[in-house]
């Protein structure tokens, strides 16, 4: 809770500083009133949360919570863009030769000004900032503190990994309930997303997976293929689309997340992370290591 709340306090201060760094940007598809530069704002104030309590409050580094940059942290982001990306790519397919959906316009920018492939690079650069935000702060701290904040004899570390992946889970849901278009059944295909995002950081201890996964999925579902996002569009496509068809299979105006095919995609995906986990280990296993306390803080305690 500390750590959302400096989180938000940062936020704060940015979005006030916002309009003082060009008037002249166009205005955020995230937030009403402030520039194209509030992502980065958004994802500064994750980062120096994390870094300031984590250093002051939890005593670990900020690679502690899944972000160790070696080279097979880059090559699991890189499976979890193409798992995203072959999974949305899916769902149109199913969706196009059902005839739910049919292709309208192509390369078509949406900001006043700007050309195709700038407003294509900066909607990948918003899916980016935005992902890593994320998962920062929905997987790699909040599933880390839970899960040892919830060792304990009766759960033991695999029991609270799990409480703690089905607890951000269902809060990672929650928070979308807001958005245009949400329904219950939206929110409940966003809860089971998060489940995929956790399942990808407890069984690889990294973020990377779930963070490229992340950023290729909301940019293939909306970039590539002209799909809303969590009830939004944001800005270029390449193609533009006519939604039809049931939106209990669609998503309808909010998108895949919120229909069966969405669901299905990320049911999918977590059988293709243990699979994966399993033919690099040998065996799929909760990161226990996730809910062990830390040594650092434990022994200052006991200096104190």
């Not at 999974?87 to 196009?96: V, W």
């Not at 909040?142 to 304990?152: D, F, M, P, R």
């Not at 006519?242 to 059988?271: D, K, M, N, R, Y």
Request: with cysteine; charged share 10%.
């Amino acid at each position: 809770m500390i750590q959302f709340a400096v989180m938000m306090l940062f936020t704060v201060v940015f979005a006030f500083l916002d309009p003082f760094f060009n008037e002249s940007l166009p205005e955020s598809t995230i937030a009403q009133g402030d520039t194209i530069l509030f992502p980065l704002w958004l994802l500064l104030s994750a980062l120096l949360a994390v870094l300031l309590v984590g250093r002051y409050i939890d005593r670990r580094r900020i690679a502690d919570f899944g972000l160790h940059f070696s080279s097979s942290w880059w090559g699991h982001l890189g499976l979890g863009a193409v798992l995203a990306a072959c999974l949305m790519t899916g769902i149109f397919l199913i969706e196009q030769a059902t005839g739910w959906v049919s292709i309208t316009e192509t390369c078509v920018a949406k900001i006043d000004g700007w050309t195709f492939p700038a407003s294509i690079a900066l909607a990948l650069a918003t899916f980016a900032l935005a992902a890593i935000t994320e998962e920062l702060v929905a997987r790699g701290y909040q599933i880390k503190n839970l899960a040892e904040g919830l060792n304990s004899r009766s759960l033991g570390p695999k029991g609270a990994i799990v409480l703690a992946v089905l607890c951000t889970s269902a809060l990672f849901g929650l928070l979308h309930a807001v958005n245009p278009s949400a329904t219950t059944i939206s929110t409940s295909g966003l809860a089971l997303a998060g489940i995929f995002y956790g399942v990808a950081y407890v069984l690889t201890g990294e973020l990377a997976l779930p963070i490229g996964f992340h950023i290729a999925w909301n940019f293939f579902e909306n970039s590539v293929f002209g799909f809303p996002v969590s009830g939004e569009h944001f800005g270029a496509s390449f193609i533009c689309i006519q939604q039809g068809g049931s939106e209990i299979w669609t998503g309808g105006p909010f998108g895949p997340e919120a229909g069966l095919l969405g669901i299905g995609a990320h049911l999918v995906g977590i059988l293709a992370v243990a699979a994966w986990v399993r033919l690099r280990q040998g065996r799929v296993v909760l990161l226990v290591e996730l809910a062990e306390p830390n040594l650092q803080k434990q022994d200052l305690s006991l200096i104190a």
